[in-house]
């Protein structure tokens, strides 16, 4: 029986599942079996994951599309190990990440954790400075569980994992946007340990286009409101960061329209920030002046997300979303 069961969900995503597989079939620890679970994809990867058939334990599931937390749970419960990790398929996990993993827990087993994320050094200069926007404390790296924390850390399911009797005490993924975060909540109330393992990261190549993480900003945004719903006390005021953000940034604008060209300067001041940090921490010219858009967009995205939803979902109370929701919380 393997010691870890790796379980990744997978929607036409044929480049980025060769890449994972070949990380996995390199590492220094080999004490685990990878699922890889086919969410009704247009364009399977069945072949290439029988490519690797002789040099990894995998398993390879089909199953018509539900969403990836459906997929999750069903690579559950196919799983063999007593340790499930969970990873995105446009993962690349370094060599021995395994080897930190077990390490860890045999000195100190924790039921549940999660782990960083990074930018590969082969990454191309924009999926850089999307990293940086993503982990960077300037941004919301905080909120997220960087090196410095706002709020207690959330395991996130590009990289986290818990054993067996987490799930049979727990259960599993719901399908819904923040997923990861729902059921890191319910995790924590049912009394489990659970922490950041920060030797234990990961290579997330996330977007590939300012659009689409523009997109994808935004459902987070969204998905915060989703999740007080659910969980009422769940919200703090750090979550509101980047809304007020948003806001801050539409008045300064209107303010240097119509007012004082100079109101814009908090807002060049705060991008000079940006610039700085990205070059000393990337190296690269090119990755520092894309992180500044790509820094903006992630959080002026989440803070419209935020903004919209709440309007639509606490105030206005529209939406059948919300019936969706109190019907999760009651457990319907």
Known sequence: ??????????????????????SLAQQSFTDFETIIVEDGSTEPCRDIVESFADRLTVQYHYKSNEGRSIARNHGIENARGDYFIFF?????????????????????????????????????HLQKA???????????GGIRGGKVQLEKFTPRSFNMGFSRQVWETVGGFREMFSEDIDISTRIRQAGF????????????????TLGSFARQTHVFGQSRITLKLLYPQSLK????????????????????????????????LYALMLFVAALVSSRSLKVACLAVPAS?????SYGSGFIRAYVWKILLRHGRDLEQEIAIRKGK
């Open 1 to 22: 029986m393997p010691y870890f069961s790796v379980i990744v969900p997978v929607y036409n995503r044929r480049g980025e599942v060769q890449e994972l597989l070949q």
């Open 88 to 124: 995105d398929s446009d993962c690349v996990i370094p060599q021995d990440y395994f080897k930190v993993l077990k390490s860890e827990l045999e000195q100190r087993f924790t039921p549940c954790f999660g782990g960083p994320d990074a930018a590969s050094p082969d990454f191309n």
């Open 130 to 140: 999307i990293s940086f926007a993503m982990t960077s404390f300037l941004t919301t």
């Open 193 to 208: 340990e659970m922490r950041l393992i920060r030797e234990a990261y990961v290579y997330h190549k996330r977007r590939n």
């Open 237 to 268: 005021a750090v979550h509101c960061l980047p809304a007020v953000f948003t806001i801050g940034c539409a008045a300064l604008v209107l303010l240097a329209i119509f007012w004082r060209w100079w109101a814009i300067v908090p807002i060049v």
């Open 296 to 300: 903006f967009i992630q959080l002026i």
